[in-house]
């Protein structure tokens, strides 16, 4: 799928759209539910994910938070989510084809980015991925760990250096050193720095992957 744009934007709006189903009959105060992004409501991150149609990308937000632009990203994602649910939902909806990427990056880095963020969400609201997602196929797994692993914007290589990941679900290693195994859903987590597929893995490298999680 690397290599093949089109298939790629055509799984990232199925994802899409798949979550914006299951959100629409997820009750209003349950948007405030604590998502696994610390700090963020489940409303917060689906707000994030209209975030390259609706981030203008102007100076003065950048100046206001000392020019950290996790910050930025995080304080509009908070303005946006706080916005009435039925707002944030029809938003997201309509950037279900949107075919944008951030500079430097590629449509997988939208999937990989896509399929974590419905973790964060779908995790602490109990839902999983229904029947017939793209996310449950073995071929898109296994190029979202590809990615992800080597992924330095995301601090992956740091938090995963010296240690061999391995999936116990597709048939998917990377790296060399202390073992760390698990479903490759806890496995993503764990790379992008989110402690709660934790208690999935096994393996000695695993408290040299929580220590650098925590």
């Given at each position: 799928m690397t290599n093949a744009p089109d298939l790629t934007w055509r799984t990232v709006a199925a994802v899409r759209t798949e979550l914006?189903?299951?959100?629409?009959?997820?009750?209003?105060?349950?948007w405030d539910t604590p998502s696994l992004c610390t700090g963020w409501r489940v409303r917060d991150v689906v707000a994030h994910m209209t975030l390259p149609e609706r981030f203008s990308g102007s100076l003065g937000p950048l100046i206001r938070a000392g020019f950290s632009l996790q910050r930025v990203i995080r304080d509009d994602a908070v303005t946006r989510g706080s916005a009435p649910v039925a707002d944030v939902l029809a938003a997201f909806r309509a950037g279900i084809e949107r075919r944008t990427t951030p500079p430097g990056r590629r449509p997988q880095h939208v999937l990989d980015d896509t399929y974590v963020h419905a973790r964060d969400i779908r995790r602490p609201l109990d839902l999983a991925a229904p029947p017939g997602s793209p996310t449950l196929d073995m071929d898109v797994l296994t190029d979202i760990l590809a990615t992800l692993a080597t992924d330095r914007s995301l601090g992956v290589a740091r938090r995963v250096t010296g240690l061999r990941l391995a999936a116990t679900d597709v048939d998917w290693a990377h790296g060399a050193g202390a073992e760390v195994a698990g479903p490759a859903e806890a496995l993503v987590l764990a790379m992008t720095g989110r402690p709660a597929g934790l208690a999935e893995l096994t393996g000695p490298g695993l408290a040299t992957l929580t220590d650098r999680l925590g």
């Amino acid at each position: 799928m690397t290599n093949a744009p089109d298939l790629t934007w055509r799984t990232v709006a199925a994802v899409r759209t798949e979550l914006a189903d299951q959100l629409a009959s997820v009750p209003d105060e349950a948007w405030d539910t604590p998502s696994l992004c610390t700090g963020w409501r489940v409303r917060d991150v689906v707000a994030h994910m209209t975030l390259p149609e609706r981030f203008s990308g102007s100076l003065g937000p950048l100046i206001r938070a000392g020019f950290s632009l996790q910050r930025v990203i995080r304080d509009d994602a908070v303005t946006r989510g706080s916005a009435p649910v039925a707002d944030v939902l029809a938003a997201f909806r309509a950037g279900i084809e949107r075919r944008t990427t951030p500079p430097g990056r590629r449509p997988q880095h939208v999937l990989d980015d896509t399929y974590v963020h419905a973790r964060d969400i779908r995790r602490p609201l109990d839902l999983a991925a229904p029947p017939g997602s793209p996310t449950l196929d073995m071929d898109v797994l296994t190029d979202i760990l590809a990615t992800l692993a080597t992924d330095r914007s995301l601090g992956v290589a740091r938090r995963v250096t010296g240690l061999r990941l391995a999936a116990t679900d597709v048939d998917w290693a990377h790296g060399a050193g202390a073992e760390v195994a698990g479903p490759a859903e806890a496995l993503v987590l764990a790379m992008t720095g989110r402690p709660a597929g934790l208690a999935e893995l096994t393996g000695p490298g695993l408290a040299t992957l929580t220590d650098r999680l925590g």
